[in-house]
């Protein structure tokens, strides 16, 4: 069963993982609904692990940049991960400028991130 | 709308569920059958307007409203009478300090509705006022009132704050005769509270370099204990921030950067433009984060430019960013002019989608005269 928040859709494809789809935007008007989709996520479902989908993403601002970041801190302490998946260009752009790809380990499809973390 | 809540206080169990069922196409909707629950609803979340009744069992209207406008934060909730009251003495009544609206029933739904919505719309304006002046407040207090006046140098300094701008700042300070240290960065966020998270980052940099230039002048090692701060600190907890710290030794011509995420400053000659500085992790992500220094020289007629992202994530009129890449390409139109910051901004903007930055802008321009 998938659960949403808002606009997001999170689908747990394993043990305490769960699939967020970010869609066309992850900036200031939307990244509230993004962190409450996470945090509803870990609270009901205990998922400690997150694979974010960028396919189409066209923009990903600092403020969705910085609320990815919170969920990654709120996760790295159960063991768990941030990782992205299909990454768009202009999320690539951004993801350089601020070398989190030191961080969040990057993936070509979903599938493929779901077996990394499986 | 839907953000906002509507708090109903109603006995007559009809007239409640059909306000309910009406208001809550358009807000967030919470009823209480009286004005204890009232009360308790607002202890729990405070509404952004109340529509009650007068006569209720427990605890009327009057008595409600009463209890409200004791407390400062509950006073300003705008509150709206709906009562079948028809006679002028309580109609008087009711018309006290700190009721917006008075209405009798029967009443037209379609006139309560306009009247919520008129309130509310007052209240968003104001509260859009107050941010403004307060996120201009900020944003003043954000930027240094001088710039360095050193011999054989320009230095320009460009900020133009957006309402719906983030947390961008800037300050310099200098630590020996002829030894400066710039710090510009951009605190993640949106609006008020990017700029308030960006006052107070700003203030733990400061301290930090004032604690630390004792002993190190390496921006690396500076920024490494305003990461650990940032990473160990449970009240910076939610603050993320990219920023470069630069230090300028004037007599040997010669900057020193360390860049945490932030954008890649360009150094900028005769010969063309070039990206300095690959950058490091942003702040407040990980604690083990490594930060390195870039040393660069400046030639005569070379000059070291940095700025934030809302230069290079500017939406051009063919639909494409600035970016890294287009800015260097533009500050060669511009290095020679009397104001390079003022002339960029200027072309920038004539070549834009729109007719102002959509985020805040920010540039600080040093160049070696001779």
Redesign the interface.
């Known amino acids: 069963m998938q659960l949403a928040a808002m606009s997001f859709v999170a689908e747990p494809v394993g043990p305490g993982v769960a699939v967020v789809r970010i869609g066309k935007a992850l900036n200031?008007s939307n990244a509230a609904e993004f962190k409450a989709c996470c945090q509803q996520q870990q609270a009901e479902r205990g998922v400690h692990s997150f694979i974010l989908d960028f396919t189409d993403t066209g923009v990903l601002?600092?403020?969705g940049?910085?609320t990815i970041?919170?969920i990654?801190?709120q996760v790295t302490p159960q063991a768990g991960q941030v990782v992205f998946a299909s990454v768009s260009r202009p999320v690539q752009?951004v993801v350089q400028?601020?070398?989190?790809y030191?961080?969040f380990r990057q993936f070509a499809t979903v599938e493929e991130a779901q077996e990394a973390l499986g | 709308m839907k953000d906002r809540s509507i708090l109903i206080v109603e006995d007559e169990h009809t007239l409640r569920r059909l306000l309910e069922y009406r208001l809550s196409r358009l807000y967030r909707v919470r009823t209480a059958a009286n004005g204890l629950e009232a009360l308790a609803a607002v202890a729990e979340e405070r509404p952004a307007l109340i529509v009650s009744d007068i006569i209720m069992p427990q605890m009327d209207g009057y008595a409600l409203q009463e209890a409200l406008q004791k407390q400062s934060d509950t006073s300003v909730i705008p509150f709206i009478f709906l009562t079948a009251k028809t006679d002028a003495s309580s109609r008087a009544r009711g018309r006290r300090t700190g009721v917006d609206d008075y209405i009798t029933k029967p009443f037209d739904l379609e006139h309560l509705l306009s009247r919520i919505a008129r309130l509310l719309e007052r209240q968003q304006v104001y509260q859009t006022q107050l941010d403004a002046f307060t996120a201009q407040d900020f944003s003043q207090k954000l930027m240094p009132k001088r710039m360095p006046a050193v011999p054989d140098y320009h230095s320009f300094f460009f900020n133009l704050p957006r309402e719906?701008g983030?947390g961008d700042f800037f300050d310099w300070n200098e630590a020996a005769p002829g030894t400066y240290f710039f710090t510009l960065g951009?605190v993640?966020?949106?609006?008020l509270q990017?700029k308030f998270y960006a006052f107070s980052f700003l203030a733990y940099v400061r301290g930090t370099l004032h604690t630390h230039m004792r002993t190190t002048h390496s921006p690396a090692g500076l920024m490494s204990r305003v990461n650990q701060i940032l990473t160990q600190d449970e009240l910076m907890?939610?603050t993320?921030a990219?920023l470069l710290l630069a230090r300028w030794d004037a007599y040997l011509n010669r900057i020193t950067v360390c860049n945490a995420?932030h954008?890649?400053p360009l150094l900028v000659g005769p010969d063309g433009s070039q990206l300095v500085a690959d950058?490091?992790?942003?702040l407040?992500?990980?604690p083990d984060?490594t930060f390195t220094d870039t040393t660069i020289e400046l030639g005569p007629q070379q000059a070291f430019f940095a700025y934030t992202?809302g230069l290079i994530?500017q939406r051009l009129a063919t639909g494409e960013m600035v970016?890294e890449h287009g800015l260097a390409e533009a500050v060669q139109h511009v290095r020679e002019a009397p104001d390079p910051l003022e002339a960029l901004t200027k072309d920038l903007l004539a070549r834009s989608a729109e007719p102002e930055f959509a985020d805040d802008v920010l540039g600080f321009w040093l160049k070696r005269v001779r």
Do not use: I, P
Not at chain 2, 188 to 191: F, N, S, T
Not at chain 2, 279 to 282: A, E, N, Q, T, Y
């Open positions: 200031f601002d600092s403020t940049l910085g970041f919170s990654y801190r752009v400028l601020t070398r989190t030191k961080v | 719906q983030g951009d993640m966020g949106k609006g990017a907890g939610e993320f990219s995420g954008c890649r950058s490091d992790l942003v407040g992500l990980s984060a992202d994530e970016g």
